[in-house]
């Protein structure tokens, strides 16, 4: 069988397995899904902006304003404005900020965000997380010695 078309089956059954697969079960193993729980649905920000970051400088503090209308974040220092945002104060204690949004004063806290663990993993889940790490070390290896004999072919 060519190359080319031993390629293409096993890219037809990949499709016909990931097509069998339920929607909701893919979605459950996502690691970019949130905690399911009640209080983790219920604790979502109710304020317009959240306050997703905060840096620290000789220059000041700045920090990063995320709209959730808008989808658009932006960085600002305190006692600068922009559209329509303007930073009144910081708290370092309580890392909480005093935001005015068209004259109304709104306070945002620093979000802390939460990412999947393989700790809570089962072990087919590690494995495969595993296999897939491998892939991709292999093919970063594959790419760097095909530029390196390109280059070096080049050089000649």
């Known amino acids: 069988m060519k190359p080319a078309l031993a390629a293409l089956a096993f890219m037809a059954v990949v499709a016909a397995a990931a097509r069998a697969?339920?929607?909701?079960?893919?979605?459950?193993?996502?690691?970019?899904?949130?905690?399911?729980?009640?209080?983790?649905?219920?604790a979502r920000p109710t304020e317009p902006v959240q306050l997703t970051g905060v840096s620290a400088s000789a220059a000041g503090v700045r920090l990063c304003l995320y709209?959730?209308?808008?989808?658009h974040s932006r960085w600002l220092g305190v006692g600068a404005a922009a559209d329509g945002i303007q930073v009144v104060s910081y708290d370092e204690n309580r890392q909480a900020a005093v935001i005015s949004l068209g004259g109304v004063q709104h306070t945002v806290t620093l979000q802390e965000w939460q990412t999947a663990s393989l700790a809570a993993a089962s072990p087919e889940a590690k494995a495969r997380e595993a296999r897939l790490l491998s892939g991709?070390?292999?093919?970063?290896?594959?790419?760097?010695?095909?530029?390196?004999?390109?280059?070096?072919s080049a050089g000649n």
């Not at 979605?27 to 649905?41: E, H, I, L, V, W």
């Not at 991709?136 to 070096?152: E, F, S, T, V, Y």
């Open 67 to 71: 709209d959730l209308a808008t989808r």
């Open 136 to 152: 991709d070390l292999l093919d970063i290896g594959l790419q760097q010695r095909k530029a390196a004999a390109a280059q070096k």
């Open 21 to 42: 697969q339920s929607p909701t079960a893919l979605a459950k193993d996502s690691p970019f899904s949130g905690p399911a729980s009640p209080a983790a649905t219920a």
